[in-house]
């Protein structure tokens, strides 16, 4: 009963710090507006599709998965972005869930508890797990793909264990591509390592193969559809442009850096604790590694640093690596470092007084900078709520009167704004008129491009009136003849 408390608590605090004013805090930009305009037109026009969201390698797409799952969220809310950020936010208190179900299974109670606790209040994963994008549902599916690698190498024969691994892994391949990819080497290495204990036959193997290529169905349809798109990009991306090499001896200490500083920065956030955490990490897997579970904590292992050794040698997409491909990794390292930690706080009776420290040192630092980052947004921070605010003043001050819009946004592209003229007020797709609405998103990086743009208005149109919405300026302006 005693846990069943503090889980609650745990998913409680875990829901609270994802969903609190959701609007006033969602970045609604590019990706986000792009996505929604792609989801009106499968709710408003009935236009299905065979493909989602762009990847970061020019031609290839992910799959259309993440676009139907939240395409019901914003079907309840009736094209409120809110709606599907709040659904991927209890997706995520579903994979907290998930997680202290799997290290209560394979470790301990205590262990799941732990390692909710560690992804619950993380900083850096709560604003993750914020984000609407698709990415961010990932590590539910991944978790629910673990779990039935899990299974099957503690010799289950259940066949639905072969069919979530291979639906999982597909799903999760339609969410982030560059996380989820690793999931195929990482579960082939583990049942490679089980296989006497583990029940592979034909027909497991043949399950899991058809119901990851269901998956697979609507992109490969695509790809024949389009002269191979996909096909002949991935083709460029591995043979052509050599992604997967050996470097210098240089680069890989840089990478190995940014892995460092990039798990021990999900749990902690200054040098001296990250360092006192990982030191004393290593230290307690010297001395009890013969005292954990060796299946589940081997197969966690290799789910975690299967993509770090081959991500060393990436050199694709110009070489950038970035945080949320380690999205379906993060709650595994959580659980490495749960069951770590409360095996040795059993067995060393000295390592309790620095685990105490840590795990204190983990609640006031993640607290803390959530406290912050929940009351006091940054100075250029644009959120829904100021977007919405502006649309709404624009067709209000028109008063139905026929009118141009133009918006300058960092990414250029106004996805965001595209959505929410035509979710606010149908769009105002007129031809030329003299009444012009501008909207400026603070851009400090980019001050050239924002003044050329300034300018350009300037030079066809004039002020008439000014408002601000938080940090958004919006102006109608009569266009000059």
């Known amino acids: 009963m005693k846990h069943k408390i503090i889980l609650a608590i745990i998913l409680g605090l875990a829901l609270f710090l994802r969903v609190y004013r959701t609007q006033d805090f969602l970045g609604f930009w590019y990706d986000q507006g792009r996505d929604a305009l792609v989801i009106w037109d499968l709710l408003q026009k009935h236009k299905f599709f065979l493909i989602g969201p762009t990847t970061g390698i020019e031609g290839i797409f992910l799959g259309p998965f993440y676009y139907y799952f939240i395409a019901p969220a914003y079907l309840l809310g009736n094209g409120h972005p809110v709606y599907p950020a709040i659904w991927l936010a209890t997706i995520n208190v579903g994979a907290i869930f998930t997680l202290f179900l799997i290290g209560r299974r394979y470790f301990s109670p205590a262990t799941g508890l732990i390692a909710a606790t560690l992804v619950a209040i993380s900083f850096e994963l709560v604003k993750y797990q914020r984000w609407l994008s698709n990415p961010t549902p990932l590590p539910f599916f991944a978790l629910l793909t673990f779990w039935s690698l899990l299974e099957i190498i503690h010799n289950s024969p259940k066949l639905r264990y072969w069919l979530l691994l291979g639906l999982g892994i597909g799903l999760s391949l339609q969410l982030e591509a560059a996380s989820a990819i690793f999931f195929i080497p990482a579960t082939l290495l583990t049942l490679i390592i089980y296989r006497k204990s583990s029940p592979i036959n034909f027909k497991n193997i043949l399950t ?187 067709y209000q001050n028109a008063s139905g009167r026929p009118f141009n819009t133009d918006v300058y946004v960092p990414p250029v592209i106004s996805y965001a704004y595209d959505y929410l003229f035509l979710w606010r007020g149908g769009g105002a797709t007129v031809p030329l008129v003299p009444l012009l609405y501008t909207i400026q998103e603070p851009d400090p990086g980019h001050q050239t491009l924002y003044d050329t743009w300034f300018t350009r208005q300037s030079y066809y149109s004039s002020v008439e009136e000014t408002k601000l919405f938080g940090p958004l300026i919006v102006q109608r302006r009569a266009r000059h003849k």
């Open 208 to 394: 899991a193969l058809i119901f990851f290529g269901i998956t697979l169905t609507p992109q490969i349809v695509f790809n024949f559809r389009h002269e191979n798109i996909l096909l002949n990009s991935f083709s460029r991306f591995l043979v052509t442009e050599n992604s997967f090499q050996p470097s210098l001896y240089n680069f890989y200490l840089q990478r190995l850096n940014f892995y460092y500083q990039e798990f021990t920065q999900k749990f902690y956030a200054d040098p001296q604790s990250s360092l006192l955490f990982t030191v004393s990490l290593i230290i307690f897997i010297l001395f009890v590694r013969k005292k954990l579970p060796s299946k589940p904590i081997l197969a966690s292992f290799i789910w975690w640093v299967t993509p770090l050794i081959i991500l060393l040698f990436y050199h694709g997409n110009k070489g950038y690596v970035w945080g949320y491909y380690f999205t379906g990794i993060y709650p595994i390292f959580a659980l490495l470092v749960s069951a770590i930690w409360v095996t040795s706080f059993k067995h060393l009776r000295w390592s309790r007084g620095i685990i105490l420290i840590l795990f204190s040192i983990f609640l006031y630092q993640n607290l803390t900078q959530l406290k912050t980052y929940l009351t006091h947004p940054g100075p250029y921070g644009v959120s829904l709520t100021s977007q919405i605010q502006a649309v709404d003043w624009i």
